[in-house]
């Protein structure tokens, strides 16, 4: 149990010191991470990964999905979760969160440690091992069994640290003498130098002999990732200093190397130089090399006739050795004269032949792109083309310019070449010449011509552009002008239906408004038409060859002035159709105003006639005899009022006759009358024919006018849309009035069914007043008993034996109580009250004297 708490402590210190980097941290490890954001926020810090997005909400399904999220992500990294499920996370499990801790910390934490290929556990082990190996008394052989306390410290002493400790400044030892001290000194310099959190107490590792061995690995692993992180930092830093000490000495280097000459380099070209005059002297031209080997035959032919004691050589009188050495002398100098001569001539003649051949190039280049120019210069393409065509030829022409003026260094060079020819004296002078004046002659016509369809191309442009604005403007206002003509001749075209004289009036007013823009309509078009007349104008004075189709619109004149005529043909016709539906519209109007005097007459006649009838039917006052009496001379005075029906029959054809469909001096139609009117019909039959059969229930069934009457106000009374009949709930609120025992139970509902079957047998859903007259008087003929009053007494005492004088004047009429209180005798039974009064044989007596 205690090593459970030392888990549960070290496992939340290592979570808060990742989780610290996010900004939080938990209290309470198997709390904190039940709604999964905070494990979620874990697992993201410890892997550089980004999850899936986590559910806000703050129900347990909510917690349930971000566990899974995480679980599936630790599943995502090849973890195999044991019997670890979201539930027992969200539910506050100890043992599954605590596992599922120690299983992160397994992948992110332990599992990437490996010295020499061992697994984690025995990596760590190995690591912590190797790093102790050189210190006494040290010897960690697991990570749970103590023997005595170990403590993390400086090769140098604490407190005389740098401004950062190494990795490899660090060492595990043990001392037997102190081992608290020990591990608090480890816990402290962690904490303080490696940012490693205290994650165990060092009493509780020294007062127990097997420290949990998960809690010891999960704290030894943050020793390695930072002893691990600081190496892997050092070693990078390393090799950064080393990368950038290699690029200063490069960047030292180059510019030495760019500007530094080699020392040898003008010695060895002094070297060729040398090399290369010697080569000059030991080859001489070949008169020189003659000279010299005649010099040098001569001289061993004198050594050997001295040799031979023959006599020297001796030249004819007058002449010397010295004077044939100069008359060599001047041979030399004249054969280098005739040599510099031939050599200059040759020179000459090679440079007239090249300057020859390039004025033939050139001469040939400039004709081969001058042909066709003059013939292309000289067309009248431009008389027949559209703007958009001008401007194209303009860009075309001013291209031409542009490679014209080009070619101008060309004729120049000619030219000149040319001149050279002249002053060299070359032997085609004459040709060279007259080839160059025609290319002269050629160029200086190809400007003239150049200029001359500039001027002309200028020209017609502005042309085109003065009749396109033209054309412009003739359809921006021959279009707009154009649909109002074409809707001027729908308007007055478009058969009209008017049903009023107000209607036929506002059609004549718009029609003479229409007739009142007809002159500037006119203007309009007038206007329209000297845009068309003043483009031709231009065309024909300037010879435009043109397809005189405007670009930007379909309307021409002749469609103008046809559909112009059209309309001043159509308003003459329009002014005949109005005056005759006027009149047509005046004869309508004093039909509606006749059929209206006499139909606001009937109607209401119709509507009291109907009321005074509804009156009588449910006047309560003389006897039926009085209500059939009434009702027949009623039906009398509503038959001789026929006439007037049949009067206004005949005005409603002639309305049908003119196609009147509405009548604004009226709210009633002719439908409306006869409906009416066999409405009052039917019910003053019906009523008589109520009354009559009521009369034949009264006397058949011995119902006394007094009651006919209550049972006709009580009708009445819930007939509350005076229809003549009773729904469902109307009916069922009459009975109980009357005193039925229908209550809102099972019992009372079924009773109610029982009666509405017998006065709706059709099932239609209303009572009508016969049918209550009938079920009452069965009713008021059957309970006309002994026994049914003395049940109505019992209801009345809540089912005592007997009655209070209270009670009967709480649900008696006053005069009625006070008779029943006179009369009834005293009740005598065991159960009676003072003042109890017996109403059994109040109402045995009261049966026996209605019954006589």
Not at 74 to 103: F, P, Q, R
Not at 271 to 278: G, N, S
Not at 338 to 350: A, C, H, T
Not at 556 to 568: F, G, T
Request: charged share 25%; net charge negative.
């Amino acid at each position: 149990k205690q090593n459970k708490k030392r888990q549960r402590r070290t496992f939340t210190a290592w979570c808060n010191s990742h989780l610290r980097k996010a900004g939080t941290q938990i209290e309470n490890i198997e709390e904190d991470f039940r709604d999964g954001l905070k494990l979620m926020l874990l697992l993201e810090v410890i892997s550089g990964e980004r999850l899936a997005k986590p559910e806000r909400g703050k129900m347990k399904v909510h917690k349930i999905s971000n566990v899974n999220k995480a679980l599936d992500f630790i599943a995502s990294k090849g973890v195999k979760l044991v019997s670890i499920g979201a539930e027992e996370i969200v539910d506050g499990n100890a043992k599954m969160t605590l596992g599922m801790i120690w299983t992160i910390i397994l992948r992110f934490a332990i599992q990437d440690i490996s010295v020499e290929e061992t697994s984690a556990k025995e990596g760590l082990l190995l690591w912590c091992q190797r790093k102790t190996a050189p210190y006494k008394n040290v010897n960690i052989q697991n990570f749970h069994i103590r023997k005595t306390g170990g403590a993390v410290v400086s090769r140098r002493r604490l407190g005389e640290g740098g401004p950062k400790l190494h990795a490899s400044n660090f060492i595990f030892f043990c001392r037997q003498d102190d081992p608290m001290t020990n591990l608090n000194t480890a816990f402290d310099v962690a904490e303080k130098y490696l940012d490693i959190p205290k994650m165990l107490d060092a009493e509780d590792i020294i007062s127990t002999l097997r420290p949990d061995e998960k809690a010891v690995m999960t704290y030894v692993s943050c020793y390695y990732h930072a002893f691990s992180g600081k190496q892997k930092a050092e070693t990078a830093a390393n090799r950064i200093c080393k990368v950038l000490a290699l690029l200063e000495w490069i960047r030292r280097t180059i510019p030495w190397l760019e500007n530094r000459v080699p020392e040898n380099t003008m010695q060895a070209m002094q070297q060729k130089l040398e090399d290369f005059r010697d080569y000059r002297r030991l080859h001489k031209p070949p008169k020189v090399q003659e000279k010299c080997q005649l010099e040098i035959n001569f001289n061993t032919l004198q050594t050997k006739l001295r040799l031979s004691n023959r006599p020297a050589f001796m030249p004819s009188e007058g002449q010397m050795v010295s004077d044939i050495n100069n008359a060599w002398g001047n041979l030399e100098g004249a054969e280098k004269g005739y040599e510099e001569w031939l050599l200059n001539e040759i020179r000459r003649l090679e440079r007239l032949d090249h300057l020859a051949e390039k004025f033939r190039q050139k001469a040939a280049i400039h004709e081969g792109w001058t042909e066709g120019k003059e013939e292309m210069l000289q067309r009248k393409d431009y008389e027949t083309a559209s703007l958009s065509e001008i401007k194209a030829l303009l860009k075309k022409h001013e291209a031409f310019e542009s490679d014209l003026a080009a070619h101008q260094d060309r004729v120049e060079q000619i030219v000149a070449i040319a001149q050279e020819l002249n002053e060299l004296d070359y032997y085609d002078s004459p040709n060279v010449n007259s080839r160059s004046q025609r290319i002269c002659d050629q160029w200086d016509s190809l400007g003239a011509l150049t200029k001359q369809r500039s001027e002309a191309l200028q020209r017609t442009e502005k042309l085109l552009e003065t009749i396109d604005q033209l054309y412009l403007e003739f359809a921006k206002r021959a279009a707009p002008f154009n649909n109002w003509m074409e809707g001027a001749m729908e308007d007055l075209q478009d058969s009209f239906i008017v049903h009023t004289i107000e209607e036929i009036q506002g059609l004549s007013t718009a029609h003479e408004q229409f007739k009142a823009t007809l002159p500037e309509a006119d203007k309009e078009r007038q206007a329209i038409l000297g845009i068309h007349n003043e483009i031709a104008k231009i065309m024909q004075t300037y010879h435009v060859n043109m397809s005189g189709i405007n670009p930007y619109t379909t309307i021409n004149p002749q469609e103008i002035n046809a559909k112009w005529d059209k309309v001043r043909q159509l308003v003459p016709q329009r002014d005949q159709a109005l005056i005759e539906e006027h009149a047509r519209q005046q004869n309508n109007e004093r039909l509606r105003r006749q059929f209206a005097s006499q139909a606001n007459v009937i109607g209401p006649w119709i509507q009291t006639k109907m009321e005074e009838i509804g009156y009588i039917s449910m006047e309560l006052h003389g006897t039926l005899e009085d209500q059939l009496a009434h009702l027949r001379q009623y039906e009398k005075s509503i038959v001789n009022y026929m006439p007037k029906i049949e009067q206004l029959e005949g005005d409603h054809q002639l309305i049908q006759a003119a196609l009147i469909f509405d009548n604004k001096h009226t709210n009633y139609t002719m439908e409306h009358i006869r409906v009416g009117w066999e409405q009052l019909l039917t019910t003053i039959a019906r009523t008589i024919n109520e009354i009559e059969n009521q009369i034949l229930t009264r006397d058949a069934k011995g119902i006394s006018q007094e009651q006919l009457n209550e049972f006709r106000a009580s009708f009445n009374h819930f007939d509350r849309d005076h229809t003549g009949t009773m729904g469902p709930e109307e009916f069922k609120a009459c009975l109980i009035s009357l005193g039925f025992d229908i209550a809102n139970d099972a019992q009372g509902e079924s009773e109610f069914a029982r009666i509405m079957s017998i006065v709706d047998p059709n099932r239609m859903g209303v009572v009508t007043f016969q049918a209550f007259i009938d079920f009452m008087s069965r009713e008021t003929a059957d309970t006309d008993t002994a026994d049914q009053v003395m049940a109505s007494f019992k209801v009345l005492a809540g089912d005592k034996n007997y009655i209070l004088a209270d009670e009967l004047r709480r649900e008696l009429p006053p005069d009625q109580a006070e008779y029943c209180i006179a009369r009834m005798a005293p009740y005598t039974g065991p159960d009676g009250v003072p003042g109890a009064l017996d109403y059994m044989s109040f109402s045995t007596a009261l049966y026996g004297e209605s019954d006589l």
